[in-house]
């Protein structure tokens, strides 16, 4: 996994960062709506030799039906199988003849269509566009083929058990805690007029974004926006509201037998979602742990201890909740003392505030990592749909800048006592069964060690953080279990 792979809304807190001319790049981000809702979003960037544009929708997998989980990722799958206007082989030859890269993505949160063209063709770009969200026929046939299709990828998935498992933990059958894609019994239930429903139901106008950045103006944009969207009308919208969200913060341990020379291992922890105040801190620390060749576990696992080549940390935010996570590939016979230098990190975290040097040098080189990772027009119209849709249009992209450089030593050592308590770490382990049994016993048998708290003083800052996040009904104790 990438080192510090943060979740797309983190990204646009550090595309904002990254740049120099970040103030320049969005202080031309302008905004409008037509009639019927769809926010029109344009980053001007004169000199651009393409256009990017992100469509996005309000919805994902979290919108599925309990019974048909699945159902949003096969719409989306079958959104370019042919509309109104083009059949699906049509559809495909055009996209190929405008060229570009054409990407269709279902999140637990969202929908999203993005195209990357030249100037001159954004104008056929978007008429495409507008057709394929406004008026797609799902044909039968391949309603049926894309379904078996996803059916037939989830054997594939085994080698992900890992991290299913951690959202199935973590959300139990809740709409976090299923993949994105469904599972096979939950496909098998969905027909052609369930994906006909669900597009009618979810895919409006006033829940819509559409987002370009390049050497185009609002102006230009809106033109086009209105005459190919700006007759698009959805049928009466009915109540709905997301289902409570349900988290279980239990340790446990998970060892997947793998024919693997070293353990890769992860640990887990439930975040902060994606519009939380904690969440620039989150990511701050997610660094300061494992994002880059100057931080701790990075110099205290590889550089000190040569124990690992490789460690990462990834603070993955969602519009509910959160995962953050700690990973590594490690000798099976220094599998426990790694775990056990990480935990000492994390404790040490809560104790002790980062230091001022640590914190700058931090968010430099986020600035960076990013300035080299968010230079594509691609990025900037996603970050716009994104940011856009997480803060339901009421924060311009300067408040996530200034939240972000505003984040204190004292909110990187709040966010470690509430959210990364090392008694309620979920921990998977891939690698051969025998190895960390022989070498991690406990691991093995499903239990968490007796981590070494460094002092008193840390055990009570776990003890006030776990109150803060565990149920009377949690247990206390550090001993988890396989799944069943």
Request: proline letters at 6%; hydrophobic letters at 40%.
């Amino acid at each position: 996994m990438k080192q510090s792979r943060l979740s797309f809304l983190i990204v646009g807190f550090l595309v904002l960062l990254a740049w120099p001319s970040a103030g320049r790049a969005f202080h031309t981000w302008k905004k409008e709506r037509l009639a019927n809702g769809l926010t029109v979003l344009v980053v001007e960037k004169p000199g651009a030799p393409v256009v990017s544009v992100t469509l996005l929708v309000t919805h994902g997998a979290t919108n599925d039906p309990p019974e048909k989980r699945g159902l949003a990722s096969l719409t989306g799958r079958l959104l370019t199988a042919g509309a109104s206007q083009r059949s699906g082989e049509q559809m495909t030859e055009r996209i190929a003849a405008l060229g570009g890269e054409f990407v269709a993505d279902v999140s637990f949160d969202s929908t999203t269509l993005d195209w990357t063209v030249l100037k001159e063709d954004l104008t056929p770009a978007l008429a495409l566009l507008a057709d394929v969200v406004q008026h797609p026929v799902f044909p039968p046939a391949e309603v049926e083929r894309e379904r078996k299709a996803m059916m037939a990828e989830h054997p594939a998935k085994a080698e992900e058990a890992p991290t299913a498992f951690l959202l199935r933990h973590f959300f139990g059958a809740g709409s976090y805690g299923v993949p994105v894609s469904g599972e096979a019994a939950s496909l098998t239930r969905i027909k052609r007029q369930d994906v006909v429903q669900f597009h009618r139901r979810t895919y409006r106008p006033e829940e819509t974004i559409l987002a370009t950045a390049g050497a185009v103006t609002l102006e230009e944009v809106m033109t086009l926006a209105k005459k190919y969207f700006g007759d698009w009308s959805a049928s009466e919208k009915t109540t709905e509201s997301l289902p409570t969200l349900s988290v279980k913060k239990e340790p446990a341990v998970l060892v997947a037998n793998r024919p693997l020379a070293q353990a890769t291992v992860r640990l887990a922890f439930v975040g902060a979602p994606e519009a939380s105040p904690d969440t620039p801190a989150l990511v701050l620390l997610s660094y300061v742990l494992a994002g880059s060749a100057e931080s701790r576990l990075e110099q205290k696992l590889r550089e000190q201890k040569a124990w690992v080549y490789d460690v990462w940390s990834d603070a993955e935010s969602f519009r509910q909740t959160a995962l953050f996570s700690i990973g590594m590939s490690v000798p099976y016979e220094v599998l426990l003392p790694a775990l056990e230098e990480t935990i000492r990190e994390l404790t040490r975290l809560q104790a002790e505030p980062v230091s001022a040097a640590e914190l700058a040098r931090a968010k430099q080189e986020l600035a960076t990592r990013f300035y080299f990772e968010t230079e594509q027009v691609r990025d900037i119209s996603r970050f716009a749909a994104k940011h856009e849709a997480s803060t339901h249009g009421r924060e311009p992209p300067d408040h996530a800048l200034d939240a972000l450089r505003s984040v204190t030593a004292d909110a990187v050592q709040r966010v470690a006592r509430i959210y990364l308590g090392p008694r309620q770490v979920v921990v998977t382990v891939l690698g051969d069964s025998q190895a960390v049994g022989k070498y991690a016993p406990s691991l093995a048998q499903g239990k968490l060690p007796s981590w070494p708290l460094q002092s008193e003083a840390n055990e009570q800052h776990a003890t006030e953080a776990r109150s803060s996040w565990m149920t009377p009904e949690e247990p206390s104790g550090a001993q988890g279990g396989n799944p069943q």
